[in-house]
C-alpha cells in the first residue's frame, strides 16, 4: 500500500467527488459541525445501520426491543435528566476581538496538556499562570465560563413552552421504560435500543465528521436487577478487551490490559458484568467494521471526565489517519440515575417487582410509638406530632434513641416514647428501580472510521476494500462491448434480476472495461459481473473480485445466489 500522509485529504476528496459526505449548505459558505450524506454515503451508514442492529438488537432478540421516541423533549425531560444544568462545555472569549474559543480544546492545543474535566475556574487560572492569548488577535482572554450545548426551541407559539432538542436518544427510552416493561410481560433485564438524530451545540466542531453537531446515534439501555446473580453468556462474543484504565492514565502511565470481559469483571477492573458484555459486543462489531483487535482500545474515563450520570464509563477508541485515537462509542454504567430522577421529578413509580426463586423469612426491625405517653407530653398537638414521627426511618430512630430526644415541628420530643422491635415476616418477593448500563454509537463517525480503513491506493488507483457487507452497491454488471446488442440484453437482465433480489446494483457501459472496473473500485463496489461473447456460447459470465483482481466464470443464472453467499 502506497499511502501518503495526507491519506485524510484524498478521502475528503473522494468521499466529495463520489458521492459519501461534504459539507452542508456549502454554496452559502459551509456551517461547522453539519455534513451531507450523499447517495453512497447514505447507502454505507444504512449497511453500518443494519449491521449494528444484528449485533445489538437481533442476536438480541432474548432481551433486547427496537423503539422510537420523538427528537424533541420538553425542558421537564432534560431538568430531571441533569441535562439543563451539567451538559456544558467551558468556553472563554477574546476581551479584544470577541473570538469564543472551547476552553480545554484551546489550552490542549497551544499547551500540548490533557486539561479536560477541570472547572472553569481551574482553567481560568493555568490561562492566567502561561499567559495564554488569544490565538487570532494576541488579545486577554476573558475568565472562562460554562455554555449549554442543549438546542433550545419552544413547542407551539408560546414562549414558556421550552423544550429542547435531544442531545442523546437515551431520556426517551428511560420515560416509556415502564411502557416497554409492561408490553414486554415484565421480563428483566431487558434492553431498549433506538436509532434516531441527535443535536449538541458544539461550541467549535472540529476534525470533520467525527464531531457534528447533528448526527445519529445508536443507543441501547440495558436495564437489569443489580442483585441478579445471573452471568451474562460470554461465550457469545469470546473477545479480548484491550483496556486501559483510569488508575494506569492518573499514574500517567499508557500500560494496555488485554484481558476477557469475564475476567475484567472478577479483577474489579470493570465494575458490571453487563458493562463488560455489551464492551465485548463492540468489540466484535467493530471488528467487522473493517478494524484490527490492535487498531480498538477501551479507555477507561477518570472521575472528572465522566458524565454526570455515570458511575463507570469506558470510551471505546480506534486509530484513524490524520486524527489517531478517536471515540467510535461510550460505554457507561449509569446505575438508577435517570430513571430515579424521573421518578422524583414526575411522581411516577418507576420501580418493578421482581418475584424470589424462593419465598425466605427475613427479620425486620419496626418502630413502635407509644401514643399514650404522646398524650401525656403533648396533650391536643398529639396528633401533629405523631404524623411527624411517623416520617421517621428506622435508622433515624435509632438514632433518637442513642441521643436521648428530637426535634420535630419545633416539638422537643424524648426517646422513650419510641421503641424498636424485630418482627419476622415471609418476603416473596421485592421492588426496586433497575440499573443500566448504556452502550451508545455515533454513525457517521462510523462511516468515516470505515471509509479510513477501506482507503488503499494501488498502481496509481483507489480501492476502497469495504467489508463486502457495508458495502453502498454490492455487484457491478458490464456489457463487454456496449455496442453488442446481444450482450446489452444479457447484463440487462443479471443487472434486473439482481434488483428483484434485493441486492444494490451499478449497471455501466461507458468506456473500456478497465476504467469501469477503476471505477467500482473506488467506490467499493466488492463483485463485478462482465458479459462477452463466450457469455453467448455457454450461459457463463466473468466475475470479478475487486481486493485481488481475482476473475472465475461461473452461469449467468447463478450470479445471484453466488453474490447473496459471498457477502
Not at 206 to 229: C, H
Not at 295 to 317: C, G, M, N, V, W
Not at 440 to 448: D, I, K, N, V
Request: glycine content about 6%; proline content about 5%.
Amino acid at each position: 500500500m502506497d499511502v501518503s500522509s495526507d491519506k485524510y485529504e484524498k478521502i475528503v476528496d473522494l468521499a466529495a467527488r463520489r458521492g459519501f459526505f461534504w459539507p452542508s449548505y456549502e454554496i452559502y459558505g459551509g456551517l461547522a459541525g453539519f455534513y451531507d450524506l450523499g447517495p453512497l454515503g447514505s447507502l454505507l451508514k444504512e449497511n453500518i445501520r443494519k449491521l449494528w442492529l444484528d449485533y445489538f438488537v437481533f442476536r438480541h432478540q432474548d432481551m433486547v426491543v427496537l423503539i422510537e421516541t420523538p427528537v424533541i423533549a420538553p425542558e421537564i425531560v432534560f431538568k430531571a435528566s441533569g441535562h439543563v444544568e451539567s451538559f456544558t462545555d467551558p468556553i472563554v472569549t477574546c476581551s479584544k476581538c470577541g473570538k469564543i474559543y472551547r476552553a480545554d480544546h484551546l489550552l490542549e492545543d497551544i499547551l500540548g496538556i490533557k486539561v479536560e474535566g477541570l472547572r472553569p475556574e481551574e482553567l481560568t487560572s493555568i490561562i492566567r499562570e502561561k499567559g495564554v492569548k488569544c490565538p487570532s488577535c494576541g488579545g486577554e482572554l476573558e475568565d472562562v465560563r460554562t455554555f449549554n450545548l442543549l438546542f433550545q426551541t419552544n413547542v407551539g407559539p408560546y414562549k414558556h413552552d421550552v423544550a429542547y432538542l435531544r442531545p442523546e436518544a437515551a431520556q426517551g427510552m428511560f420515560t416509556s421504560f415502564k411502557r416497554v416493561f409492561n408490553a414486554m410481560r415484565y421480563s428483566l433485564p431487558l434492553g431498549i435500543a433506538q436509532v434516531g438524530r441527535v443535536a449538541r451545540n458544539e461550541i467549535s466542531p472540529r476534525q470533520g465528521m467525527v464531531r457534528l453537531r447533528e448526527f445519529t446515534i445508536m443507543e441501547v439501555e440495558f436495564f437489569f436487577d443489580p442483585e441478579d446473580a445471573e452471568e451474562p453468556d460470554f461465550s457469545r462474543f469470546p473477545e479480548k478487551l484491550r483496556i486501559l484504565t483510569a488508575d494506569a492514565r492518573s499514574k500517567g502511565l499508557d500500560e494496555v490490559v488485554v484481558v476477557r470481559p469475564e475476567e475484567a469483571v472478577a479483577e474489579g477492573i470493570v465494575l458490571n458484568k453487563w458493562l463488560a458484555y455489551w464492551m465485548s459486543v463492540a468489540q466484535a462489531f467493530a471488528k467487522e467494521l473493517g478494524l484490527r483487535e490492535d487498531e480498538i482500545l477501551f479507555e477507561e474515563k477518570l472521575p472528572e471526565e465522566r458524565a454526570h450520570y455515570s458511575k463507570q464509563t469506558f470510551d471505546q477508541l480506534v486509530s484513524i489517519s490524520r486524527w489517531g485515537w478517536v471515540e467510535i462509542s461510550g460505554h457507561a454504567y449509569r446505575t438508577d440515575y435517570d430513571l430515579s430522577r424521573h421518578m422524583q421529578f414526575s411522581g411516577e413509580d418507576m420501580t418493578v417487582y421482581r418475584e424470589l426463586k424462593k419465598p425466605k423469612e427475613v427479620t425486620k426491625k419496626s418502630v413502635v410509638i407509644d401514643q399514650e405517653l404522646l398524650k401525656e407530653y403533648f396533650g391536643s398537638d398529639t396528633p401533629r406530632v405523631l404524623q411527624a414521627l411517623r416520617r421517621l426511618s428506622v435508622e433515624e430512630v435509632e438514632k433518637i434513641l442513642s441521643e436521648g430526644e428530637v426535634i420535630v415541628d419545633g416539638f422537643k420530643v424524648p426517646a422513650r416514647v419510641f421503641r424498636i422491635e424485630e418482627v419476622k415476616e415471609v418476603v416473596r418477593g421485592r421492588r426496586f428501580i433497575p440499573h443500566v448500563v448504556e452502550p451508545s454509537f455515533g454513525a457517521e463517525r462510523l462511516l468515516l472510521v470505515v471509509l479510513d480503513k477501506a482507503y488503499y491506493e494501488e498502481g496509481g488507483r483507489v480501492v476502497l476494500k469495504l467489508p463486502p457487507k457495508l458495502a453502498p452497491y454490492k455487484l457491478a454488471v458490464f456489457p463487454l462491448i456496449p455496442k453488442e446488442e446481444s450482450l446489452r440484453t444479457l447484463a440487462r437482465r443479471i443487472y434486473h434480476d439482481a434488483v428483484k433480489a434485493g441486492l444494490t446494483v451499478i449497471y455501466d457501459e461507458d468506456g473500456s472495461i478497465g476504467r469501469r472496473y477503476a471505477r467500482v473500485d473506488e467506490i467499493g463496489v466488492p463483485f463485478a459481473v462482465t458479459v462477452d461473447y463466450q457469455s453467448l456460447e455457454d450461459n457463463t459470465v466473468t466475475v470479478r473480485f475487486r481486493d485481488s483482481r481475482e476473475q472465475i466464470r461461473i452461469k449467468s443464472d447463478e450470479v445471484i445466489k453466488w453474490v447473496l453467499n459471498n457477502l
